[in-house]
T-cell receptor
Framework: GESVGLHLPTLSVQEGDNSIINCAYS??????FIWYKQESGKGPQFIID?????DKRQGQRVTVLLNKTVKHLSLQIAATQPGDSAVYFC???????????FGKGTTLSVSS | DAGVIQSPRHEVTEMGQEVTLRCKPI?????LFWYRQTMMRGLELLIY????????DSGMPEDRFSAKMPNASFSTLKIQPSEPRDSAVYFC????????????FGDGTRLSIL
């Protein structure tokens, strides 16, 4: 069946370090992937997305990498700040191509 | 710009009561999604609408759950009767794209059924 998972449920880093959050997906037919950030008491906030015809996309301090060969997705955050502390979710579109399936999330903790 | 607006933010009620959650999507968005989030199951899609029409309600857990979208700017999710296992955070999201990407979320309704 379809599933989107993460390698680690928690990640702790020091302020200023680079963070890498990983995600594995199972549906080789998925053609769209997205990362969300969720802070306590708030809804998921869109960070960055990528389509399957790309293997890398950069935003402000964030980079998403897609490896379709091993069905792996990662989010890189440069110069991590305390405000980056949150739960990060990856998601993929489902086989119908009209809805997203979310992973369980990775909690990023940034210490000063 | 106003984002997705949900109300109430918190709801505490006794089991057996009817619960109605409300959502106002971002103006101009043509797709609306209802999700439920729990620690055990994460984010689960309950139902979504395109142009006010329900497209997929396979995620709705039971007949006690129903959702409507009477117009492009309003949707409700109703639970009747409510049960303690319905306690969760319910999110509404909307999008405007041919393929419903990306979705923008509201801040959710935290529902507690006693």
């Amino acid at each position: 069946g379809e599933s989107v998972g993460l390698h680690l449920p928690t990640l702790s880093v020091q302020e200023g370090d680079n963070s890498i959050i990983n995600c594995a997906y199972s549906n080789s037919a998925s053609d769209y992937f997205i990362w969300y950030k969720q802070e306590s008491g708030k809804g998921p906030q869109f960070i960055i997305d990528i389509r399957s015809n790309m293997d890398k996309r950069q935003g402000q301090r964030v980079t998403v990498l897609l490896n379709k060969t091993v069905k792996h997705l990662s989010l890189q955050i440069a110069a991590t700040q305390p405000g980056d502390s949150a739960v990060y979710f990856c998601a993929e579109d489902d086989q119908a191509g009209t809805a997203l399936i979310f992973g369980k999330g990775t909690t990023l903790s940034v210490s000063s | 710009d106003a984002g997705v607006i949900q109300s109430p933010r918190h709801e505490v009620t006794e089991m057996g009561q009817e619960v109605t959650l409300r959502c106002k999507p971002i103006s101009g968005h043509n797709s609306l999604f209802w999700y439920r989030q729990t620690m055990m199951r994460g984010l689960e899609l309950l139902i979504y609408f395109n142009n006010n029409v329900p497209i997929d309600d396979s995620g709705m857990p039971e007949d006690r759950f129903s959702a409507k979208m009477p117009n492009a700017s309003f949707s409700t999710l109703k639970i009747q009767p409510s049960e303690p296992r319905d306690s969760a955070v319910y999110f509404c999201a909307s999008s405007f794209a041919k393929d419903n990407r990306p979705q923008h979320f509201g801040d959710g309704t935290r529902l507690s059924i006693l």
